[in-house]
């Protein structure tokens, strides 16, 4: 099992463009989240997904959308990216949440710069 | 509304030392869960244990430990014997009962010198 990958390691956009980081896991979770991290914040919630088709906000969703076509993929977009969306960005992947505290594994982050 | 406070922002110890990294949480369900997460330099995210809040037993895992009190709603990781690969970043998270959104603490940065 490669776990939870996430794909680029290393952006640098310019102001007003727009992207999608890829975030992939091959252990059949049902449950897929994003979280950004920022100095001296931890690491705050995006989005969220329970299953293939459904998605929710999480603590800081503006500036961000999200889709979840496969179990697998759960691609988080930028549509125009300003200084502020500056972080580390984790996918995280977990069975179901129906129980609730499923332990979250997450992936290796992506580091985005925007000028 | 839930929250994690890390007060400890940055510790420094001599390896073989042992060191505790407070958690504070605060929640109003009655059933919750307490991760502790590291992150080494490198940068991932290392998930270390999980506790239910049901469960106040402490738990031993090498030279680490975690001491649960729900009295005051404090979950205390302790390293003994530090060893310069503890140095790392480490986070405290809560989830409430449903769902499996984690609120995380600010981190500490833990320091081990030789």
């Known amino acids: 099992n490669a776990g939870v990958t996430q794909t680029p390691k290393f952006q640098v956009l310019k102001t007003g463009q727009s992207m999608t980081l890829q975030c992939a896991q091959d252990?059949?979770?049902?449950?897929m989240s994003w979280y950004r991290q920022d100095p001296g914040m931890g690491l705050r919630l995006i989005h969220y997904?329970?299953?293939?088709?459904?998605?929710d906000q999480g603590e800081v969703p503006n500036g961000y959308n999200v889709s979840r076509s496969t179990t697998e993929d759960f691609p988080l977009r930028l549509l125009s990216a300003a200084p502020s969306q500056t972080s580390v960005y984790f996918c995280?992947?977990?069975?179901?949440?129906?129980?609730?505290?499923?332990?979250?594994?997450f992936g290796p982050g992506t580091r985005l710069l925007v000028l | 509304a839930q929250k994690v406070t890390q007060a400890q922002t940055e510790i420094s110890v001599v390896e073989k030392e042992d060191v505790t990294l407070d958690c504070v949480y605060e929640?109003?369900?009655?059933?919750?869960?307490l991760f502790w997460y590291k992150q080494p330099p490198s940068g991932e995210l290392v998930f270390l244990i999980r506790?239910?809040?049901?469960?106040?037993q402490n738990e031993i895992s090498g030279r680490y430990s975690w001491n649960f009190q729900k009295s005051t709603s404090s979950f205390n990781f302790t390293i003994t014997a530090s060893q310069v690969v503890d140095s790392a970043v480490y986070f405290c998270?809560?989830?409430?009962?449903?769902?499996?959104?984690?609120?995380f603490g600010a981190g500490t940065i833990l320091r081990v010198k030789s």
């Open positions: 995280a992947s977990s069975y179901g949440a129906a129980s609730g505290g499923e332990t979250q594994y």
């Open positions: 252990m059949n979770h049902e449950y």
């Open positions: 997904s329970v299953g293939a088709g459904i998605t």
């Open positions: 929640t109003r369900d009655t059933t919750y869960y």
């Open positions: 506790r239910n809040s049901f469960d106040e």
């Open positions: 998270a809560l989830s409430e009962a449903l769902g499996n959104k984690l609120v």
